[in-house]
Nanobody
Framework: QVQLVQSGGGLVQAGGSLTLSCKVP????????IGWYRQAPGKQRELVAE???????LYADSVKGRFTISRDNAKDMVSLQMNSLKPEDTAVYYC???????????WGQGTQVTVSS
């Protein structure tokens, strides 16, 4: 069982920045892709950004150019740098890690990001 532990998040004004981090034990050997998802009230959970084990990243159109996902396998850490935040970025953010070779996904505990206008 892999336990993901998130940190970061909080309250920020529009235009500000926040960094989310996620500890993903065993990310070098047992984990393939790692992603950040978010869920706003009344909406479905959506993929925000994802990074492969090789470091290739993809982003939702709504965050391209503003968010950056990074991965440090040596430290078992994945981060999401969020710049130029907008009120519509307000949501609970989750990190999720794909177990290598399976369809199983591990989830972090979620962290609230609130962007005030």
């Amino acid at each position: 069982q892999v336990q993901l532990v998130q940190s970061g998040g909080g309250l920020v004004q529009a235009g500000g920045s926040l960094t989310l981090s996620c500890k993903v034990p065993g990310s070098t050997y047992s984990i393939s892709a790692i992603g950040w998802y978010r869920q706003a009230p009344g909406k479905q959970r959506e993929l925000v950004a994802e990074i492969s084990s090789g470091g290739s990243a993809l982003y939702a159109d709504s965050v391209k150019g503003r968010f950056t996902i990074s991965r440090d396998n040596a430290k078992d850490m994945v981060s999401l740098q969020m710049n130029s935040l907008k009120p519509e970025d307000t949501a609970v953010y989750y990190c999720a890690a794909d177990q290598r070779g399976t369809a199983h996904k591990y989830w972090g505990q979620g962290t609230q990001v609130t962007v005030s206008s």
